[in-house]
């Protein structure tokens, strides 16, 4: 069964720096991998995802994929503390009889 | 459209009591999911159903926990002789396949 695990666990930056979330994968063959972002007592919303290796940038948003290394990775430029939040990643599986998975999430804090 | 519907938002219960929680699916979503989330245990999976049919029941506690989806517009989850572990919020997702799931808000349980 794909087994995906999110570090840091927590994470404080100083509004303006550089942030960097990571998730791991088990399955090679996974297809899908996608970033949601849930803020306090709200639910977890779609961010970003990609489907094939490299990077795809959104606004100051940047997902990194390397399906080898079985990693994938969340930069947030320019951190603002409205980025403050629960980040989970999600990876789909390539059987169609399955569904996608989600890490246990990393608790971003940026301060003022 | 107007999302994932869940309700009630808030539930309190003594234990012991029955809690039955109700979602509704984004129209012409085709897989619905139920998780649960605590600040200990992060978000778990718990039942997944496609086509209103169950595939994946893995997450639930089998003795207390049951979960049906008798049309495409609606599916609950029922606690029986609920627990105060059962504490949680419990959110309820659809999508169209394998990738982005959209969730409700989130049915807030406090068992007593």
């Known amino acids: 069964q794909q087994k995906v695990q999110q570090s840091p666990e927590s994470l404080i930056v100083p509004e303006g720096a550089m942030t960097s979330l990571n998730c791991t994968f088990s399955d090679s063959a996974s297809q899908y991998f996608a970033w949601y972002r849930q803020h306090s007592g709200k639910a977890p919303k779609a961010l970003m995802s990609?489907?094939?290796?490299g990077e795809k940038e959104e606004g100051r948003f940047t997902i990194h994929l390397n399906k080898a290394s079985l990693h994938f990775s969340l930069h947030i430029r320019d951190s603002q503390p409205s980025d403050s939040a629960l980040y989970l990643c999600a990876v789909s599986p390539a059987n169609s009889g399955t569904y996608q998975r989600f890490g246990t999430g990393t608790k971003l804090q940026v301060v003022p | 459209n107007a999302g994932v519907i869940q309700t009630p938002r808030h539930k309190v219960t003594g234990k012991g009591q029955e809690a039955t929680l109700w979602c509704e699916p984004i129209?012409?979503?085709?897989?619905v999911f139920w998780y649960r989330q605590t600040i200990v245990q992060g978000l778990e999976f718990l039942t997944y159903f496609r086509n209103q049919a169950p595939i994946d029941d893995s997450g639930m506690p089998k003795e207390r926990f049951s979960a049906q989806m008798p049309n495409q517009s609606h599916s609950t989850l029922k606690i029986q002789s609920t627990q105060p572990q059962d504490s949680a919020v419990y959110l309820c997702?659809?999508?169209?396949?394998?990738?982005?799931?959209?969730f409700g808000p989130g049915t807030r349980l406090l068992v007593l």
């Open positions: 990609i489907f094939s290796n």
């Open positions: 997702a659809s999508s169209l396949g394998q990738d982005t799931q959209y």
């Open positions: 129209s012409g979503h085709s897989a």
